[in-house]
């Protein structure tokens, strides 16, 4: 995790939350100890902040929208490439390599 959260700028403790909350595909453990993170996490990390900065939507809003439960406020149109990121792996899923 430590190359990841080198490589994107973000705290191993938001990745962990974003892990948590099925956001981002689970990573592959070869080990007990090791887990792979590949181009997938990296893009799906990088839409959820993406989403919580330009569109403003919180955690919850956004594992809704990934979910197919919808939201109650407006979702703007910009935000769709960053939704469809996260779509693509959905919720809770691990990375394939």
């Not at 959260?5 to 689970?26: A, F, K, M, N, S």
């Not at 990088?46 to 929208?65: D, S, T």
């Not at 469809?84 to 899923?93: D, M």
Request: charged fraction near 35%; hydrophobic fraction near 35%.
């Amino acid at each position: 995790m430590r190359e990841l959260e080198e490589r994107i700028g973000i705290h191993r403790e938001t990745i962990r939350v974003y892990l948590r909350e099925g956001l981002i595909p689970e990573p592959e453990r070869p080990r007990k100890t090791v887990a792979d993170y590949g181009e997938e996490h990296v893009r799906a990390i990088l839409a959820v902040g993406r989403l919580q900065r330009e569109n403003r939507l919180k955690l919850v809003q956004i594992k809704a929208i990934v979910g197919g439960e919808g939201t109650n406020g407006r979702v703007d149109a910009s935000a769709f490439g960053q939704l469809e990121q996260l779509v693509a792996h959905g919720p809770g899923r691990t990375a394939r390599r």
